[in-house]
C-alpha cells in the first residue's frame, strides 16, 4: 500500500549531537513538508518542498536542514544549533505541484533530547 | 506573513452540535484545510475548502468565505470519539506553503 514511512518513531538524542530524520513517500506526490508540534500546541512549519531539489524554509527553519535529492525523499538533520528540539516531528506530503490538495501525513517521530 | 486563528478549547455534550471557527489572514490564499488530530497521532484529513460556501460529508460539514477571510467546521450528532484537537490550516503562495492553526480542543462529555 502506498503512504509515507517516517523513521524512527522515537529517538533520543544527546545535546550537541545532529540526528537526520528519514521521511519517504511512495505516493508519487511532487510536495513534501515538514512540521513540529509540542505538547498541547498546533503544527508549525519547518521546511517544504515542491520539487527535487528545491526547497523553502518555513515559519521556524532555524537549526533545521533538509534535502531533496530524490522526489520519493525528504529527510530533516535536527541540528546542534536548534536550541529546543525536543517535539513531535511531522512529515506531510502532497500530490498536486499547481494545486494544493490533502495533504497525506507519516505518523510522526518523537524526539527527546537528554 | 500568516496569521490563524481558533478558539483553544470547547466543550460539547454528545449528540448535540458544535461548530468550530477559524478566522485567517494571508496573501495568495489558495484554499483551507480542516484535520482532526487525537492527542499522540498524526492528523487526519477532514476537508479541504478552495471556493466560498459549504461542503458536506456525512457528520462534517465545512464552511469557507474568502472575502471575510473565515470559515468554520460543523460536527452534528456528536460522539464520545469525537473528542480530539480540530486544526485549521491554509495553502498559500506559489510554492504552496500550508500553515496550521493551533488548533481546537474539542471534549465532548456524556
Known amino acids: 500500500d502506498g503512504g509515507i514511512t517516517q523513521s524512527p518513531k522515537y529517538l533520543f538524542r544527546k545535546e550537541g549531537q545532529n540526528v537526520t530524520l528519514s521521511c519517504e513517500q511512495n505516493l508519487n506526490h511532487d510536495a513534501m513538508y515538514w512540521y513540529r508540534q509540542d505538547p498541547g500546541q498546533g503544527l508549525r512549519l519547518i521546511y517544504y518542498s515542491q520539487i527535487v531539489n528545491d526547497f523553502q524554509k518555513g515559519d521556524i527553519a532555524e537549526g533545521y536542514s533538509v534535502s531533496r535529492e530524490k522526489k520519493e525523499s525528504f529527510p530533516l538533520t535536527v541540528t546542534s544549533a536548534q536550541k529546543n528540539p525536543t517535539a513531535f516531528y511531522l512529515c506531510?506530503?502532497?500530490?498536486?505541484?499547481?494545486?494544493?490538495?490533502?495533504?497525506?501525513f507519516g505518523e510522526g517521530s518523537r524526539l527527546t533530547v537528554l | 506573513g500568516q496569521n490563524i486563528d481558533q478558539p483553544t478549547e470547547m466543550t460539547a455534550t454528545e449528540g448535540a452540535i458544535v461548530q468550530i471557527n477559524c478566522t485567517y489572514q494571508?496573501?495568495?490564499?489558495?484554499?483551507l484545510f480542516w484535520y482532526q488530530q487525537h492527542a499522540g497521532e498524526a492528523p487526519t484529513f477532514l476537508s479541504y475548502?478552495?471556493?466560498?460556501g459549504l461542503e458536506e460529508k456525512g457528520r462534517f460539514s465545512s464552511f469557507l468565505s474568502r472575502s471575510k477571510g473565515y470559515s468554520y467546521l460543523l460536527l452534528k450528532e456528536l460522539q464520545m470519539k469525537d473528542s480530539a484537537s480540530y486544526l485549521c490550516?491554509?495553502?498559500?503562495?506559489?510554492?504552496?506553503?500550508?500553515?496550521f492553526g493551533t488548533g481546537t480542543k474539542l471534549q465532548v462529555i456524556p
Open positions: 506531510a506530503s502532497n500530490r498536486y505541484r499547481g494545486n494544493t490538495g490533502e495533504l497525506f
Open positions: 494571508t496573501s495568495g490564499f489558495n484554499g
Open positions: 475548502n478552495v471556493l466560498d
Open positions: 490550516a491554509v495553502a498559500s503562495g506559489g510554492y504552496q506553503k500550508v500553515t
